[in-house]
């Protein structure tokens, strides 16, 4: 019975200072989301607007590369101060998704086949074929020194 007893207040006290190491972290958990709130932090807002809200090169572009396309939506995108376009486009059954930056340059487009995956900007003209290759030296064989 004795030894019952003295477990029994070994576990007390066991628990008793577990709990008091424990106290402060628990105490200092709360305090840390409190000065998450104090700095919130800001959230992309996306906001349809009009065609004709477009930035003049955005209208161009799209007039120039995409006239097949209709227009079906157009969002403002503003995130961080930055603001960026993007304009969803169909053409029977294939979608499109273009998008400029705030002065209406093109940023990006998806890859071919309206797929939706963002891919790189359509390819730059070629080269000038009339103007000659630069020269190269001729390689030599080391061997035959």
Not at 10 to 33: D, H, N, S
Request: no cysteine; glycine share 6%.
């Amino acid at each position: 019975m004795k030894k019952l007893f003295l477990m029994l207040l070994v576990t007390l006290f066991t628990t008793y200072v577990i709990g008091q190491t424990q106290q402060p972290q628990q105490q200092q958990k709360p305090a840390a989301p409190a000065e998450k709130s104090a700095a919130p932090a800001e959230k992309p807002v996306k906001t349809e607007i009009k065609a004709a809200d477009l930035p003049k090169k955005a209208t161009e572009y799209l007039a120039k590369e995409m006239k097949d396309f209709t227009v079906e939506k157009v969002f403002k995108n503003e995130f961080h101060g930055d603001v960026t376009y993007s304009v969803y486009l169909a053409k029977g059954t294939e979608k499109n998704r273009v998008h400029f930056d705030k002065e209406g340059n093109f940023i990006k487009k998806p890859a071919s086949g309206g797929t939706g995956q963002l891919g790189t900007p359509p390819p730059q003209k070629p080269a000038d074929a009339t103007k000659p290759a630069p020269a190269t030296k001729p390689a030599t064989d080391p061997a035959k020194k």
